[in-house]
């Protein structure tokens, strides 16, 4: 077994090698989308009870821009949700443009993809709740960021 994570270990910091050299913007968008995740999970109340589970599933806004305890929208949390992704879809389309010719298709893929997991993943924190209004606002943000990604892309 030590034969194995020796193997692995020396495999991962081959490639990590391989991307920073080719690709530096690569290793920022890996860890910025680690430091998201964390970020909007934050409090850590992972929840192991199938009653709170189900307090949360039958708790979740699937109407768009629609909260239940407030009567108008809250831009503080719009910009909370927007920002960062303009971040990520800036971060991503520098990133993916080298790899693939599809860089935007990809970016504004993997993006929806991360919005969408750490809404999910609230499903199971005690102190939160499924908001269909969080992925539209994370993907305005991506967008936002993959447009201004690409007009700095092509202004030079």
């Given at each position: ?50 009653g709170d ?8 806004n699937l109407i ?93």
């Amino acid at each position: 077994s030590n034969i194995f994570l020796t193997s692995f270990k020396d495999k991962l910091f081959h490639q990590v090698n391989i991307i920073r050299q080719r690709n530096p913007f690569l290793i920022f968008l890996i860890s910025y989308s680690l430091l998201l995740f964390l970020a909007f999970m934050y409090p850590f109340d992972i929840s192991i009870d199938i009653g709170d589970i189900r307090r949360a599933l039958k708790g979740a806004n699937l109407i768009p821009f629609y909260d239940y305890s407030q009567t108008n929208l809250s831009f503080i949390n719009i910009g909370l949700n927007i920002f960062p992704f303009i971040i990520f879809g800036f971060l991503g389309y520098a990133a993916l443009r080298i790899y693939s010719s599809i860089a935007i298709f990809n970016t504004i893929f993997l993006g929806f993809c991360l919005a969408t997991l750490i809404e999910i993943c609230q499903i199971f924190m005690v102190s939160r709740m499924f908001d269909v209004t969080g992925i539209i606002l994370r993907g305005i943000g991506i967008l936002s960021g993959v447009f201004l990604s690409v007009i700095n892309y092509y202004r030079k």
